[in-house]
């Protein structure tokens, strides 16, 4: 279900990170979109570094899931997306930016994403036959969503923009 009518800050606001997803596979058009998305993600002096790794067989979802401490869930999803990076040119900020776009793009195609970390690198090079000079931190997980899917455990309120916000200095 495409949400092409939503505005970017629409997009924004109303995207959830969702945890809980349907069997459905993810459309090849869908999944296109999706990693051009991220493909068009700005990148430190260009470098474009970066490499995404597409994961939808489930052993090695499963072998993802056992890289990060709050990742047991990640093998339910459609898809999983890694950010691979060779370690000296690692930039957080850039696979933040791809995956940011990526999970935007997919909220407007209806599909829903959580970005992972994975805090144990060696699992993580091992799930998907990494070279010992990348790195994988992070993935996002794709996938249909569930109707009624659960809140978050840990749902909050948000800050407030007064108590977010400093104009020119601290004080």
């Known amino acids: 279900m495409r949400h092409w009518c939503m505005t970017p800050y629409e997009a924004i606001v109303d995207k959830r990170d969702l945890r809980v997803y349907t069997e459905q596979a993810i459309a090849d058009d869908v999944m296109h979109r999706i990693l051009q998305a991220g493909r068009m993600a700005g ?28 990742a047991g869930w ?5 898809v999983v997306v890694g950010f691979a990076s060779p370690a000296h040119e690692l930039r957080m900020f850039d696979i933040g930016r791809q995956a940011q776009n990526m999970m935007l793009a997919a909220h407007a195609e209806g599909i829903g994403s959580c970005p992972v970390t994975l805090g144990h690198a060696d699992a993580a090079r091992a799930a998907v036959g990494l070279p010992d000079d990348w790195e994988m931190p992070m993935v996002i997980t794709l996938g249909h969503p569930v109707a009624n899917h659960p809140d978050s455990p840990l749902k909050r309120q948000r800050v407030s923009l007064d108590e977010l916000v400093r104009y020119d200095r601290w004080s």
């Open 43 to 70: 990148s430190a002096k260009n470098a474009e570094s970066n490499r995404l790794i597409v994961v939808t067989d489930q052993a090695t979802q499963d072998a993802l899931a056992a890289a990060g401490d709050f």
């Open 74 to 78: 990640i093998g339910t999803s459609a």
